[in-house]
């Protein structure tokens, strides 16, 4: 009988940063010793790729529909660092669910007891987010992870997102759902960013667990078909994922957040449109003295 395997679902909307993010921290955390899967429920596909040297793996899913027996080992490929990498794929564009691809999937390791003979420590899951569908709640409801972090940028839609993911939580949080552990803030630079999404946690009641800057140093890396924490260790960049990892490490303590309903979100949008425009003014007539 084992360890308790910590495991974490990381949610957001597309194009957000999710794989970026989450294979950084899986890189990290296998570089400081810990035992990681990061699994892909993204029926893209790529979550893994910069684990891989920017390779695709077979998905869970394709392998199923391949063959009837499938040995689990088949679908999980090592990655950087030790990081066990598993794609669960997707239906056929426009028909079925995908979150009953993520069920399947875990079932076909749960069933072939794979977690715990890989002595894991931490399961990463990188789930789509945007989508107003059941099946991708599936990680929360299922009782699959017990703390769901989301990537979130200052923009609106991505606020929008999270906002949305924090309702399903709080919904399924009577039935013994997933509890939030917090937003990891993605790409920001500037201090009104970090102020935007400040008070999107405040008004929430949840916390940032990390800032992360938007960087060419992820850019590069990705073009290379690495993470950061491998093409570029010794970056800025790198340790923000690192310090990420750590946090991750320790975390113990979800909560239940209190998402804003559609007329407080759009006000509260709407506030802050207001103030950024006056942001902007001071600092186009700051330029304008300054010339
Ligand atoms: P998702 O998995 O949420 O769909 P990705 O992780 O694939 O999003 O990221 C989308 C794009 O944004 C990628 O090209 C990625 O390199 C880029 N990106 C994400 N986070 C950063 C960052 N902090 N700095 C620079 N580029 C980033
Ligand atoms: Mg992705």
């Known amino acids: 009988m084992g360890k308790k395997i910590k495991q974490i679902a990381i949610y957001g909307k597309g194009g957000i940063g999710k794989s970026t993010t ?4 899986s890189a990290a955390l296998g570089e400081a010793g810990y035992r990681v899967m990061q699994f892909g429920c993204d029926p893209k596909s790529d979550s893994t790729n910069t684990l891989r040297g920017g390779t695709y793996i077979p998905t869970v ?7 009837t027996k499938v040995d689990a080992h088949e679908v999980v490929h090592e990655g950087f660092a030790g990081v066990y990498c598993v794609e669960a794929g997707g239906p056929a564009p426009g028909v079925g669910c995908a979150g009953r691809g993520i069920i399947t999937a875990v079932q076909l390791f749960r069933q072939q007891r794979v977690f715990e003979e890989l002595d894991l420590d931490i399961i990463l899951y990188d789930v789509l987010g945007d989508v107003v569908c ?3 709640a599936v990680p929360v409801r299922e009782g699959i992870a017990q703390h769901v972090f989301t990537v979130s940028s200052s923009d609106f839609m991505s606020i929008y997102a999270s906002n949305n ?26 201090d009104y960013s970090r102020r935007v999404v400040d008070d ?3 008004r929430t009641k949840t916390r940032v667990v990390e800032y992360v800057p938007r960087s060419v140093t992820v850019t590069q890396s990705e073009l290379q078909g ?3 924490i491998e093409a570029a260790p010794d970056s800025a960049q790198a340790d923000v994922y690192r310090s990420l990892a750590k946090k991750i490490a320790a975390h113990e303590e979800s909560a239940v957040p209190s998402p804003m309903d559609v007329t407080e979100l759009r006000e509260w949008a709407g506030e802050w449109g207001r103030r950024l425009l006056e942001i902007e003014r001071r600092a186009g007539s700051g330029n304008a003295i300054g010339v």
Request: glycine share 18%; net charge positive; proline share 0%.
């Open 22 to 25: 989450t294979s950084n921290l």
């Open 226 to 228: 690495k993470t950061v």
């Open 165 to 190: 993911l924090f309702k399903g939580i709080s919904g399924y949080s009577k039935s013994g759902g997933a509890l939030l552990g917090g937003v990891i803030a993605n790409s920001i630079n500037q």
């Open 61 to 67: 899913l394709d392998t199923l529909r391949e063959k």
């Open 200 to 202: 999107f946690v405040a």
């Open 134 to 136: 059941g099946g991708f």
